[in-house]
């Protein structure tokens, strides 16, 4: 499953590397800023500890993103070059996007309510799912918190600080909290799917009612949470926001059309958002006949550029300060974050065989 991966390029060992300083922490483990020490080009080290992926069962989850990321090969998602594995942990060394986190960024400047912000953001999401979707990949956990921005500003699907929200089923209790510090990895949520997939996860604020329903999802899911994704954009806040996850479904289950929109929003951004929000999967705007050149030929994106974004040479609305390839200051972490350390013994399974691709 190692599509993505450019069988060219020399592999980098982790006897080459080494720590430049913290990018982010959680449950999980931590994600450090590591410099090769001949070509000093600078990677994301994610580590994360085998006694907590046993203890939560994650073994699948991350066995599902290791091959997932290799499968890809977008300038819109975040890049895995190797994996490692020691005693106590695996290791995954991915691009670096040192312009920060797309939520944090909002929070700090206040861009909620700019449609040119909103729409440069919302098309990378486009791209980014154009090309997990033609691999048969659902995404599965859309939010701004797990989109990031490289030097120059350009969005990139993928997370250092996930804050996350994993169910399997709603009977079983799990923790609704956006803005806090529970965090597990990056891909774990998405899945190579033909045909539907049963599993409930992702965000209660995100979810689509066939996830609700647990009638089964396909790649439908992806687009109903760029309509939320949207919304979110342009007022702050989900369209289906309530104190607690029952209020959230009962809200999806009534309806995009029973969603009040704020008045400054324009006609066509209420337009696209119901159109992409639609309750049956099939009559989403980019599942209709024409795919994803519906959501572009839309009239909310009147004007926007796709040839010069896809092609990198449309300038981003905000560029992140980024002094050098090993400039941490975009990336805060605080001591209560740090991960707590749980002891691994080897139960022989074997499940982490193939972590180790250098």
């Excluded at 999980?28 to 001949?38: D, N, P, T």
């Excluded at 994650?58 to 895995?80: A, H, W, Y």
């Excluded at 980024?322 to 740090?338: G, R």
Aim: net charge positive; hydrophobic share 35%; with cysteine.
């Amino acid at each position: 499953m190692h599509g993505g991966r450019d069988p060219n390029r020399p592999k980098i060992l982790m006897s080459d590397l080494n720590k430049v300083g913290l990018l982010g922490a959680g449950g999980f483990g931590a994600v450090e800023l590591w410099e090769h020490k001949s070509t000093g080009e600078t990677y994301a080290m994610k580590c994360i500890s085998k006694g907590f992926i046993v203890k939560t069962g994650m073994q699948d989850s991350v066995i599902t993103e290791k091959n997932i990321l290799f499968m890809t090969n977008s300038d819109f998602i975040i890049r895995l070059y190797e994996t490692y594995n020691s005693r106590q942990s695996i290791f995954f060394l991915m691009e670096p996007a040192l312009g920060g986190e797309l939520y944090s960024m909002y929070q700090r400047k206040g861009f909620y309510g700019s449609e040119k912000h909103a729409k440069f953001y919302s098309a990378g999401v486009v791209c980014a799912f154009e090309h997990l979707h033609e691999r048969h990949i659902i995404y599965r956990d859309l939010k701004p918190e797990n989109l990031l921005l490289n030097e120059k500003g350009h969005l990139k699907v993928g997370d250092r600080k996930r804050r996350i929200e994993t169910v399997s089923t709603f009977s079983r209790p799990f923790v609704f909290n956006r803005g806090g510090a529970r965090k597990v990895t990056d891909m774990g949520l998405a899945k190579f799917v033909i045909g539907k997939t049963y599993t409930t996860c992702g965000t209660p604020d995100y979810f689509a009612p066939e996830v609700i329903a647990s009638t089964g999802h396909t790649h439908a899911v992806d687009w109903w949470m760029l309509g939320v994704l949207i919304f979110e954009f342009m007022t702050g806040s989900a369209p289906f926001e309530a104190p607690y996850p029952m209020q959230i479904y009962a809200k999806v289950l009534k309806g995009i059309n029973a969603v009040k929109f704020p008045p400054q929003l324009s006609p066509q951004c209420v337009d696209i958002v119901k159109a992409i929000c639609q309750k049956e999967p099939a009559d989403r705007l980019p599942m209709l006949s024409g795919g994803t050149k519906n959501l572009k030929a839309h009239a909310w994106y009147k004007g926007f550029n796709w040839d010069k974004f896809q092609s990198f040479t449309l300038d981003a609305p905000f560029t992140p300060k980024v002094k050098s390839s090993k400039d941490l200051a975009n990336f805060t972490v605080h001591p209560d974050e740090m991960p707590q350390f749980i002891d691994y013994v080897d139960d022989g399974s074997g499940w982490d065989k193939d972590f180790a691709t250098a």
